[in-house]
């Protein structure tokens, strides 16, 4: 599976950014897909995820209520709003996918192996 990504930029705290991931070849009914970000000198991070199949969708507790996560089955596109955006979010965004990723390893950057090629996103105070 091929992840293209779109989106991103430079935005001053409080402003709003989207992102958008497209999925090309073949995804299972269990595909799990959405996003994880880089800042520098730091570890990759959960976002993001949504379950193809049911829509449930999973955020991380330093995002909840500012993103929000959606996407468009007919296109395999997933979309990730993100607003009030804090110096904090400064990262790469990766957008991932993965089939049959268990609940409980849902957040765990090595389940998924399929990666885009990242996209800035930076923050300015």
């Known amino acids: 599976v091929q992840l293209v990504e779109s989106g991103g930029g430079l935005v001053q705290a409080g402003g709003s950014l989207r992102l958008s991931c497209t999925a090309s070849?073949?995804?299972?009914?269990?595909?799990?897909m959405g996003w994880f970000r880089q800042a520098p000198g730091k570890e990759r991070e959960f976002v993001a995820v949504?379950?193809?199949?049911?829509?449930?969708?999973y955020y991380a507790d330093s995002v909840k209520g500012r993103f929000t996560l959606s996407r468009d089955k007919a296109k395999n596109t997933v979309s990730l709003e993100m607003n009030s955006l804090k110096p904090e979010d400064t990262a790469v965004y990766y957008c991932?996918?993965?089939?049959?990723?268990?609940?409980?390893?849902?957040?765990?950057?090595?389940?998924?192996?399929?990666w885009g090629q990242g996209t800035q996103v930076t923050v300015s105070s």
């Open positions: 949504i379950r193809w199949s049911s829509g449930y969708i």
């Open positions: 991932a996918g993965a089939n049959g990723v268990i609940l409980s390893s849902i957040r765990i950057v090595h389940q998924y192996d399929s």
């Open positions: 070849g073949r995804t299972s009914s269990s595909y799990t």
